[in-house]
């Protein structure tokens, strides 16, 4: 058997490369009814059978998965945001990398279209946050050289709401790909979903990125009961104030003696920052046990 990795699944074919050749490869009727279907990022092994084809045989274990997309073992969720058309809303943000600390991701914030509008607001918020943020502009290039250092040895995978310009800064890092890009509609102020699949692009030794279709993909099986009851420790500004607080259990919301609002009045944590906590808390505060099961890391 051979060694390899998920690079695109596509009709019920994944394509597998082995460092040495791509293979078109169907799975095991076993992992159907194991309920474990092939995701790409996979580790997985192959019996070639010839011809280019193969056999997936086996999976390796995950360090993580999503739901949608349906992406495996990925190293870092590049966060495409804009203050052009489309203005991207903080809470998305927010609600995004909660959901990628949860899956064990780190997160990188990219605020595209600079050289439209420099995004004042969002590198405000971010740059005060734990957050790391970068300016680029894939029309001229500028923080591209930034970002590709920000993304090297890792498997990046990229999203953002419609229209924000993920395919462009992709193009843009690697002019090989022809990534179709969306146009954006003026009377919606967002674009059209452009990707259709799910697939790895290599950006460079041992750097990869998955281009996945916008915010509205990730549903609401990720915001599930772990999320809820990890919540405080995705927002990673809000660590050093945890178990500070004076009353335990206390939900950083609008207790007294809460050691999060107190850093959040005093500036250290950003309001917006905890303005999406609190929308995120909302969200999740009815969710019990028969309503949801997790679908974090594995």
């Not at 927010?94 to 600390?101: E, G, K, L, P």
């Not at 595209?112 to 740059?127: F, G, M, T």
């Not at 790909?177 to 692009?201: C, D, M, N, Q, Y």
Request: aromatic fraction near 6%; charge should be neutral; proline fraction near 5%.
């Amino acid at each position: 058997m051979i060694r390899g990795r998920i690079e695109k699944a596509l009709s019920g074919f994944y394509y597998v490369n082995t460092g040495e050749m791509t293979l078109q490869c169907r799975a095991r009727g076993k992992f159907r009814r194991q309920g474990a279907s092939p995701l790409v990022g996979d580790w997985v092994e192959v019996s070639p059978l010839g011809d280019g084809e193969g056999v997936i045989e086996r999976l390796e274990e995950r360090r993580n998965q999503f739901s949608r997309p349906a992406v495996a073992n990925v190293d870092q969720l590049v966060i495409i945001a804009s203050g052009a058309i489309p203005v991207t809303d903080p809470y998305l943000i927010d609600r995004i990398s909660a959901i990628a600390v949860l899956k064990g991701c780190a997160v990188l914030l990219v605020l595209n279209k600079v050289d439209l509008d420099r995004a004042e607001e969002l590198h405000a918020i971010y740059s005060a946050s734990a957050i790391p943020v970068l300016r680029v502009s894939a029309e001229t290039g500028e923080g591209l050289d930034s970002l590709r250092s920000a993304i090297a040895g890792k498997l990046n995978a990229f999203t953002g709401n419609s229209g924000v310009g993920k395919s462009s800064i992709l193009n843009a890092l690697s002019p090989g790909l022809t990534i179709p890009v969306g146009e954006i509609s003026k009377a919606l102020g967002r674009g059209r979903h452009t990707t259709r699949h799910v697939e790895l692009f290599s950006l460079g030794p041992d750097t990869y990125a998955v281009d996945t279709p916008g915010f509205s993909s990730f549903d609401s099986e990720e915001l599930n009961l772990e999320l809820k009851n990890r919540l405080p420790e995705t927002f990673s500004e809000f660590a050093p104030y945890l178990g500070q607080c004076r009353f335990q259990g206390c939900q950083h919301v609008k207790e007294k003696g809460c050691a999060v609002l107190e850093a959040v009045r005093s500036g250290v944590i950003p309001r917006q920052r905890h303005m999406s906590y609190v929308r995120l808390h909302d969200e999740l505060k009815d969710l019990r046990e028969w309503d949801t099961k997790p679908t974090g890391a594995r």
